[in-house]
T-cell receptor, first 112, second 112 residues
Framework: DTAVSQTPKYLVTQMGNDKSIKCEQNLGHDTMYWYKQDSKKFLKIMFSYNNKELIINETVPNRFSPKSPDKAHLNLHINSLELGDSAVYFC???????????FGQGTRLTVV | SQQGEEDPQALSIQEGENATMNCSYKTSINNLQWYRQNSGRGLVHLILIRSNEREKHSGRLRVTLDTSKKSSSLLITASRAADTASYFC????????????FGPGTRLSVLP
């Protein structure tokens, strides 16, 4: 079984649309994250959730919103998509302080 | 500004040679981690070194940490073509809480 799975793997959509990316982890980890990787491979933290509480929210447009229905899921909702949102989005989870993170395979979002 | 910076940005070596990648960071850390990313895939956690450790080994990987210089190095010995990937350092920075701040990565090419 995949430890951190995210769907879809590819997403092509038009500007102005609203879309969601789902993420699930079966590792029992307390913390989940969303990262954005741009075309230059630069990874930027977007959100992290710990026990359903948003603990870090970087300078991300409020068009992006994380939703965590339970400890195993952290979905990413994006409203009014823009061309600059095109990137690869990674979900990750971690068991806690001082431990490494496990990453999903990524969702390549293309806004046209 | 970005916490971690890898050096070099790209590295090409012959199979069997050793590869050394460096990472510099700016603030105090709890630990530093190295990840590998194969093309089109998610990140895989390789090794974690705590702020009170100076060196750590895992198989063909050797990581050093110099907190006085705020730098770390990743050495891959006896490289293989399968080691071709991008390598990222990530810091679990004290002032970011439980968050991983990534550098831009080093793209390693191991030529057969």
């Amino acid at each position: 079984d995949t430890a951190v799975s995210q769907t879809p793997k590819y997403l092509v959509t038009q500007m102005g649309n609203d879309k969601s990316i789902k993420c699930e982890q079966n590792l029992g980890h307390d913390t989940m994250y969303w990262y954005k990787q741009d075309s230059k491979k630069f990874l930027k933290i977007m959100f992290s959730y710990n026990n359903k509480e948003l603990i870090i929210n970087e300078t991300v447009p409020n068009r992006f919103s994380p939703k965590s229905p339970d400890k195993a899921h952290l979905n990413l909702h994006i409203n009014s998509l823009e061309l600059g949102d095109s990137a690869v989005y990674f979900c990750a989870s971690s068991p806690g302080q001082g431990k490494g993170a496990f990453f999903g395979q990524g969702t390549r979002l293309t806004v046209v | 500004s970005q916490q971690g910076e890898e050096d070099p940005q790209a590295l090409s070596i012959q199979e069997g040679e050793n590869a050394t990648m460096n990472c510099s960071y700016k603030t105090s850390i709890n630990n530093l981690q190295w990840y590998r990313q194969n093309s089109g895939r998610g990140l895989v956690h390789l090794i974690l070194i705590r702020s009170n450790e100076r060196e750590k080994h895992s198989g063909r990987l050797r990581v050093t940490l110099d907190t006085s210089k705020k730098s770390s190095s990743l050495l891959i010995t006896a490289s293989r073509a399968a080691d071709t990937a991008s390598y990222f350092c990530a810091t679990d920075a004290r002032n970011y809480g439980q968050n991983f701040v990534f550098g831009p990565g080093t793209r390693l090419s191991v030529l057969p």
